[in-house]
């Protein structure tokens, strides 16, 4: 059984940092690309970040670029995503996403999602 | 960037009966487009892929048509666990630079 689990939320003041992982479980984690979708507080999904199964490949949305990073260890079958310079606007509920494929394809399998909230 | 556009907002159909939403593509994403349903404080569960291939588990009543640019999801005979918000979503960008509609609410009438 295909299981996400994702860590790291919480409250963090403007400006701050977080890390955000993913605990993967139930299939080939190298075999498989990866994302990060967010839901705002009442509104639809964003995708914001992605990598291929090997990690050769990160890809941002333009809302995001040069702010977030993420990576992966598939030796610890765990999915990252560095959250820098955070802003009122990144208030969200991240949702980590298993894609069908090795470079892309639709959402599979989707994590219970971590709130993070940004806020003095 | 492929901007993603669902109608209606809100649709409202009694159970039993029938529902269609419809998604539009900016431009074309020939069959790379997937639906998924999202109920409250839920994750999203990904309903068809290809435009209309169900996912596992995926109710036959679920059926996804269209390419190019035009993408319609039908539910036939609507059950009370059908009532949730529906987005559609393209993956077709390479790089990916993959967008979501901005949902379609499905309502108890």
């Known amino acids: 059984e295909v299981q996400l689990l994702e860590s790291g939320g919480g409250l963090v003041q403007p400006g701050g940092s977080l890390r955000l992982s993913c605990a993967a479980s139930g299939f080939t984690f190298s075999s498989y690309a990866m994302s990060w979708v967010r839901q705002a507080p009442g509104k639809g999904l964003e995708w914001v970040s992605g990598i291929s199964g090997s990690g050769g490949g990160t890809y941002y949305a333009d809302s995001v670029k040069g702010r977030l990073t993420i990576s992966r260890d598939n030796s610890k079958n765990t999915l990252y995503l560095q959250l820098n310079s955070l802003s009122a606007e990144d208030t969200a509920v991240y949702f980590c996403a298993k894609l069908r494929g090795l470079r892309t394809g639709p959402f599979d399998f989707w994590g219970q999602g971590t709130p993070v909230t940004v806020s003095s | 960037e492929i901007v993603m556009t669902q109608s209606p907002a809100t649709l409202s159909v009694s159970p039993g009966e029938g529902a269609t939403l419809s998604c539009r593509a900016s431009q074309s994403v020939s069959t790379t487009l997937a639906w998924y349903q999202q109920k409250s404080g839920q994750a999203p569960r990904l309903l068809i892929y290809?435009?209309?291939t169900r996912a596992t588990g995926v109710p036959a009543r679920f059926s996804g048509s269209g390419s190019g640019t035009e993408f319609t999801l039908s539910i036939s005979s609507l059950q009370s666990e059908d009532f949730a918000v529906y987005y559609c979503?393209?993956?077709?960008?390479?790089?990916?630079?993959?967008?979501f509609g901005q949902g379609t609410k499905l309502e108890i009438k």
């Open positions: 290809g435009a209309s």
């Open positions: 979503q393209q993956y077709s960008d390479w790089p990916p630079r993959y967008s």
